[in-house]
């Protein structure tokens, strides 16, 4: 039986932790940070004081999109636009071409999740992702 190498949740409630410290921080608006198993997956949600529930969705669906597809959102977004494709292709509600979703990839190049930031501009959640990411040294 084949199994697949995911997260586990103390490393993806770690990647969680070091991005709602960051968005802590820097003093912006308030977020929610979301981490999904390559399958999409649910394994932790923070939702920082006072963020509105609106994010905690778009979060949710960020994580799932970067981790069932293994790609930036910002990435399928262009891919989209090039193609002249609609999202609705995939068949999957979840799925979402906002920023802030990236897939979460072990230093050997294995796929093991996806993370999603919402509550900021779009290139402002892809960023706390990002140093997320390094600040956890998944």
Not at 71 to 89: D, F, H, N, P, R
Request: proline fraction near 3%; glycine fraction near 10%; include cysteine.
């Amino acid at each position: 039986m084949l199994t697949k190498q995911t997260l586990d949740f103390d490393t993806a409630y770690a990647l969680a932790a070091a991005t709602r410290d960051a968005a802590a921080a820097d003093g912006g608006s308030p977020i929610t940070v979301a981490v999904a198993d390559p399958d999409g997956t649910l394994i932790v949600v923070l939702r920082m004081d006072h963020c509105s529930a609106v994010p905690v969705t778009v979060a949710i669906n960020k994580a799932v999109t970067s981790a069932r597809l293994g790609v930036l959102t910002s990435a399928l977004a262009a891919q989209l636009v090039a193609e002249g494709k609609e999202l609705a292709i995939f068949g999957d509600l979840r799925f979402t071409s906002f920023k802030g979703g990236i897939p979460v990839v072990t230093a050997d190049g294995t796929h093991v999740g996806g993370i999603g930031v919402s509550g900021r501009l779009e290139d402002d959640d892809e960023k706390l992702a990002n140093v997320g990411l390094a600040t956890a040294g998944v």
